[in-house]
């Protein structure tokens, strides 16, 4: 696979220059968020000066380019995931969103008593309080498949959870708090073994390894641009096309309209029939060029990148001795996040300790507030790697706990 040029990738990331109290920023926080380099800021900067423009209704040449620019982003994404083509990629939000699209467009007229929605426990809010209250207002019922105490899923609890009741399945592909990688082509086999949907939420695997949503054959898998080097305010929904094209938008307006009478409405082709209103153009121009820049590096290199910096932390805060640290021991089952937390000290009065030395980790429930409570805390600390980070950075987190340590001992 090789190894990174950390020194050039850093070098396209200015921000990670920054300086609080002269002390540069460690930025660990990537699964909350990750930086975006100078070409995606350059792609949407040159797209503002010289391409801005509405899509999908100007005759004129700024929209005609701004709209290819639209339309080409969906096939890059299309591409860059797998999948046959535009008419499978919705540009929603962000991760959120695509979770309540489905909710909405899918669940709401396909759900009712008697049906099961089977999430596992360690589900984002995104995930777990959308189909939750789907389910409320549907009558459905909601089913957890178990974590065990190395935070994998149980998957004998699995095939247990998946019956003939199941309508669909949502799990999570890569936890933001335990790190687990979650075997999402087995829980599809076995939601379509019960002609069950499958859900994938892939906001913490599709940045950081390769991820092909056919071989997974899941039914429906959503990101974030943010997630990837790529701006805010774009997500991603995948749905197989004969899925969506039975599905009726929730969301009414412009551009996703085919013909518009006084008594009624008839609905746009895919994707746009799902993007009503004016869209993220140039969010979609940032998020190709992040596509780009992270196809360059290569995604097997920023996986195996990631877990090595995930391995060494991982080994460094066992090595500590007074940290309990959440998910399985380092292998092809943990991403490059790793949460923990310092016996007697608050996750929160960590990071803030944390940030004494600017090293930027997440302290909270990172919204999984079921599976702390499974965990029995209130929170933990979270610490996550991405293209640029490093082992020195390791070692300077590892010395502000050791700070920490001091100062509460
Ligand atoms: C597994 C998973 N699923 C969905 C989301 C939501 O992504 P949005 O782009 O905010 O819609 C996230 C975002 N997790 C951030 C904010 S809580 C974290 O710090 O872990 C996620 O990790």
Redesign the pocket.
């Known amino acids: 696979v090789g190894t990174l040029d950390i020194e050039r990738i850093r070098s396209d990331f200015p921000i990670l220059e920054r300086e609080f109290d002269d002390q540069q920023v460690v930025y660990l926080?990537n699964?909350?968020?990750t930086q975006t380099p100078d070409p995606v800021i350059d792609a949407m900067s040159d797209y503002y000066r010289q391409t801005n423009s509405n899509v999908h209704r100007g005759i004129h040449h700024l929209s005609q380019e701004a709209s290819e620019a639209y339309e080409r982003a969906h096939d890059r994404v299309a591409d860059f995931i797998g999948a046959s083509g535009r008419e499978e990629v919705i540009f929603t939000?962000?991760?959120?969103?695509?979770?309540n699209l489905v909710a909405y467009s899918w669940g709401l007229s396909e759900l009712g008593p008697g049906d099961e929605v089977v999430l596992t426990e360690m589900?984002?809010?995104?995930?777990l309080v959308t189909w939750q209250q789907i389910a409320h207002e549907t009558g459905a019922d909601v089913k957890y498949i178990r974590i065990d105490e190395d935070g994998r899923l149980d998957m004998d609890h699995a095939r247990e959870c998946i019956t003939d009741d199941t309508a669909i399945l949502s799990a999570?592909?890569?936890?933001?708090?335990l790190g687990t990688v979650n075997p999402v082509t087995e829980l599809t086999e076995l939601a379509h073994e019960h002609d069950a949907l499958s859900f994938i939420?892939?906001?913490?695997?599709v940045p950081n390894r390769p991820v092909d949503v056919e071989a997974i054959d899941a039914d429906f898998y959503?990101?974030?641009?943010?997630?990837m080097a790529g701006p805010?305010g774009i997500?991603v929904l995948y749905g197989k096309q004969h899925l969506l094209e039975e599905m009726d938008p929730y969301l009414y307006g412009g551009g996703m309209i085919r013909k518009v009478t006084f008594e009624d409405s008839t609905w746009a082709d895919l994707p746009w029939k799902f993007e009503p209103g004016t869209p993220p153009i140039a969010e979609a121009v940032g998020l190709e060029a992040a596509i780009d820049y992270l196809e360059e590096i290569g995604m097997e290199r920023i996986q195996a990148h990631e877990e090595e910096l995930a391995e060494y932390a991982y080994e460094r805060l066992e090595a500590e001795g007074d940290i309990e640290i959440y998910g399985p021991e380092p292998g092809p089952d943990r991403s490059g996040?790793v949460g923990f937390n310092l016996e007697s000290v608050h996750a929160h009065d960590l990071a803030s300790i944390m940030n004494d030395h600017t090293v930027a980790i997440?302290a909270?429930?990172?919204?999984?507030q079921p599976l702390h409570d499974k965990l029995g805390v209130a929170a933990s600390a979270?610490a996550?790697f991405y293209v640029y980070n490093t082992r020195e950075e390791v070692d300077k987190l590892i010395a502000a706990i050791d700070d920490a340590r001091q100062l509460f001992a």
């Open positions: 926080d699964a909350a968020t939000k962000n991760t959120t969103e695509s979770e589900e984002h809010h995104a995930s999570v592909h890569v936890s933001n708090t939420d892939g906001a913490q695997a959503a990101f974030s641009g943010h997630k805010t997500g996040l997440r909270g429930d990172h919204c999984t979270r996550s």
